[in-house]
């Protein structure tokens, strides 16, 4: 997708966070480093990374909790 370059991603599981995503990414112009925790299912976060890119594109509704990190 042009809209989403992605840097880095990383799946994994631990007892403490669950099934995770890390992922590093640009889209919307930003650099982004997602950190999904807890996914219900092994599909789970890439959903989830994928609505919180049509978040930051403005074509989905609904709210995304964030943090902006200084570079």
Known sequence: DKNWDIHLS???YI???GRCLVM???TAGRML?????????RLT???DSNRIRKWLL???SG???????EE
């Open 10 to 12: 990383k799946t994994g």
């Open 15 to 17: 007892n403490e966070a």
């Open 24 to 26: 590093r990414a640009k």
């Open 33 to 41: 480093t997602i950190v999904l925790l807890k996914a219900k299912s």
């Open 45 to 47: 976060p890439y959903k």
């Open 58 to 60: 403005g074509s989905n």
């Open 63 to 69: 709210s995304v909790a964030w943090h902006e990190l």
